[in-house]
């Protein structure tokens, strides 16, 4: 039986505590709790967990700087912080921590679970602390002979608590250390590959084939490796300037699955439902050159072919939303918004100028590019910013702004339609909801939680801040990654 993940919680209100507590243990995580600082000293030395979940006040100490200091001593272990009242100067602190995500009020269990279990699966990714890990303790990996045991040591340690498969090589593609993740994939003695061409110790073609592939296109190269027992899994190849690459996999066996599934659903969906609705569409507009129609006739008809559009729209929507929470949309490349934006605008420009609205645009020059999927990003500029603009008053107004801050970009959208009532701001993200006051509207439900969907994907935040009668402001951080120069193969 695999051993359960150990989630520590460190808050001192008791039923938020008491809540937790049993939602997690509800879906197998074990807990442990924190009664103040020093509990949770000795609990971080004495267990491995896999989580560590602190209140934003805890034992009369903020609990941001609680988690400062332990980052310090636990680069690896995923935090999340939980407060009563979610600011935007709140959530910047939490962004610049570079904490996985924040609890706040009204809590529900699938809330809860949902961000633990997303936390735990963003620290297996071992990206981007893996490789600044490996750059601090090892900068004089350049030269094997040159490194000192206590630096091995200190990354093996690091390396061998990674759930996936992680090997080290030098600039000359010789092994320098391999957890027993990887050794088990490949059926390798850990001690003695060391030291070894990675040629001569891997062959296993897929996995040959990332190795010995031109890397000059980008510094992240992702490729399938297949084995004879079905499994799949996604291996990556990095460069790590002056030390050399670092190979990491992961197994995808279960999203190849869904692949599988959600294409047979596409099929079944583009067969059985939209061919039928393209059919009704057509003899609906046909109808009329067969002979003269009264107006009623005429209503009926129009009022046919708006409900087929809506079923149409919604169908394409719900097939987004799974394709984007499977987890499948992995296409990244440099995108600039303030492009994106304009093509957004310059669609919605009759909207725009049938109701009459200013729309006041605010660009930080020079805006960074972003690594994400530009289609998506568009799905999210259209969305918000349509929004602005159909639930703003004739002759209204809308402000966009987007600005760089530290390591992340800022888009903000503002509008001054009727604002959204605060018992629905914590569910206008979820699927098919609709808030109360805008009932007279046209839409999927969906829109909103697509939106959440892009922005989570590319590892963002989204919220909203609004006033009934006085607009509302959605707020998308996303995080902005530098281009990386490869290194070059000696």
């Known amino acids: 039986m695999p051993k359960k993940d150990l989630i520590l919680l460190a808050l001192d209100g008791s039923h938020t505590l008491k809540l937790m507590d049993r939602a997690l243990q509800a879906v197998n995580y074990e807990t442990a709790i924190a009664a103040d600082t020093k509990a949770l000293s000795r609990l971080l030395q004495e267990t491995m967990p896999a989580l560590l979940m602190v209140g934003e006040r805890f034992d009369g100490h903020d609990g941001l700087e609680i988690i400062a200091e332990l980052l310090e001593r636990f680069p690896t272990l995923p ?43 963003h620290a297996h990714r071992v990206g981007d602390w893996l490789r600044r890990e490996v750059k601090r303790t090892t900068s004089s990996l350049k030269k094997r002979a040159q490194i000192s ?67 000059s296109d980008d510094p992240l190269q992702y490729h399938e490796v297949n084995f004879p027992d079905g499994r799949v899994a996604s291996a990556q190849y990095t460069a790590i300037p002056e030390i050399g690459y670092v190979i990491t996999m992961q197994d995808i066996t279960y999203l190849k699955e869904v692949d599988r599934v959600r294409n047979e659903m596409v099929h079944t969906v583009s067969h059985d439902l939209r061919s039928p609705l393209t059919s009704v569409i057509g003899y609906t507009e046909l109808i009329a050159r067969a002979g003269p129609l009264n107006e009623s006739q005429k209503d009926f008809l129009k009022r046919i072919q708006e409900s087929v559009q809506h079923i149409t729209a919604l169908i ?84 966009i702004s987007i600005r760089p801050e530290g390591d992340q970009v800022i888009i903000q959208v503002s509008d001054n339609g009727p604002g959204i ?40 935040r989204i919220w909203v801040e609004s006033n009934v009668g006085q607009g509302s402001t959605f707020f998308i951080v996303l995080p902005i990654q530098s281009p990386t120069i490869p290194v070059g193969k000696k």
């Open 79 to 121: 935090f999340l912080v939980y407060t009563e009242k979610a600011t935007p100067e709140f959530a910047k602190r939490v962004f610049k921590l570079g904490i996985n995500g924040y609890l706040a009020p009204p809590l529900r269990t699938d809330d809860i679970v949902g961000i633990v279990e997303g936390a735990l699966k």
């Open 149 to 215: 045991e206590a630096e091995r040591s200190r990354l093996e340690t690091v390396i061998n608590s990674i759930h996936d498969n992680v090997m080290i090589l030098d600039e000359d593609n010789v092994i320098l250390l391999v957890n027993p993740a990887m050794c088990a994939s490949f059926g390798l003695d850990g001690q003695a590959v060391i030291g070894k061409p990675v040629l001569d110790v891997i062959q296993h073609p897929d996995l040959r084939a990332l190795i010995t592939s031109n890397h």
């Open 316 to 399: 394409n929507d719900l097939l987004d939303i799974g394709s984007i929470e499977a987890g499948l949309d992995t296409r990244r490349e440099w995108v600039q918004l303030d492009g994106l934006l304009r093509y957004t605008l310059d669609m919605l420009q009759g909207q725009i100028k049938a109701k009459q609205i200013k729309v006041q645009t605010e660009i930080a020059s020079p805006l960074p590019p972003l690594r994400a999927n530009p289609v998506r990003l568009r799905q999210v500029l259209d969305n918000v910013v349509g929004n602005a603009i159909k639930y703003s008053n004739r002759e209204g107004e809308v402000k």
């Open 421 to 460: 009532p605060i018992q629905d701001q914590a569910h206008i993200f979820d699927k098919f909801y609709r808030g109360r006051n805008i009932n007279d509207q046209e839409g999927t439900g969906l829109g909103l939680a697509i939106v959440k969907s892009i922005v989570d994907a590319h590892q963002g």
